[in-house]
């Protein structure tokens, strides 16, 4: 069975603008989950859905956004995108809501110049 | 590839010897832990996890401790192969209600053939 999958691996843009990060969690999972991972740091928590509603929330602002759809795929969107939102952005999904052991993709490493 | 981590705390270690990693958790509620780990291009991968109510888990070649009274949690590696090369998160949760993890900022442990 394929992990969790990750789309675009690797992705540049300049401040202003804004992105669109794609996951696709393990087959019969229903959990989606977001983390920002500067260098150097661990992962910090932005977004959980669960059954496409948002049930988690991470102190982000306002420019960040996500939504979750029928086939459990997620998208995070960030807008006005600033030099500081660049970072390692990880999903990870897991069963069911509450449930702890989360399987995380490989990430897309996002540089804002 | 990825460098996860390149400002961390450094453990070097030979290969064959035992490794310790530890990590001081904040959140005198938590009552979940879990340690992750690394490699360099890749998402954090679930190594084991503990409950408040337990002092010690062992599996294959690794021990996590939990000293609750002292917020302290230590992960030991029996036997460091070159394979165990990665930096290495605890994160902590609340098993009660919908909490996120919050991660350690993390340990890089590096073998020595």
């Known amino acids: 069975d394929a992990g969790v999958t990750q789309s675009p691996t690797h992705l540049i843009k300049t401040r202003g603008q804004h992105v669109t990060l794609r996951c696709s969690p393990i087959?019969?999972?229903?959990?989606v989950s977001w983390y920002q991972q500067v260098l150097g740091q661990g992962p910090q928590f932005i977004f959980q859905?669960?059954?496409?509603?948002?049930?988690g929330r991470g102190n982000f602002p306002d420019r960040f956004s996500a939504r979750q759809f029928p086939n459990y795929s997620s998208e995070l969107n960030v807008n006005a995108l600033l030099l500081g939102d660049s970072a390692l952005y990880l999903c990870?999904?897991?069963?069911?809501?509450?449930?702890?052991?989360?399987?995380f993709g490989p990430g897309t490493r996002l540089t804002v110049t | 590839g990825e460098n996860v981590g390149l400002h961390l705390p450094t453990l070097s270690v030979q290969e064959g010897d035992n490794s310790i990693i530890n990590c001081a958790y904040s959140?005198?509620?938590?009552?979940?832990f879990i340690w992750y780990k690394q490699e360099s291009g890749k998402g954090p991968q679930f190594i084991i996890d503990?409950?408040?109510?337990?002092d010690k888990r062992q599996g294959q070649r690794v021990t996590v401790l939990l000293n609750k009274t002292v917020k302290h949690l230590s992960l030991q590696i029996a036997a460091t192969q070159p394979g165990d090369s990665a930096v290495y998160f605890c994160?902590?949760?609340?098993?009660?209600?919908?909490?996120?993890?919050?991660f350690g900022k993390g340990t890089r442990l590096s073998v020595i053939a």
């Open positions: 990870a999904s897991s069963l069911t809501l509450g449930d702890y052991e989360q399987y």
């Open positions: 087959s019969g999972h229903k959990s």
């Open positions: 859905y669960y059954e496409k509603e948002e049930r």
């Open positions: 959140n005198s509620a938590s009552d979940y």
């Open positions: 503990i409950r408040s109510n337990m």
């Open positions: 994160a902590e949760t609340s098993n009660s209600g919908n909490t996120p993890l919050v």
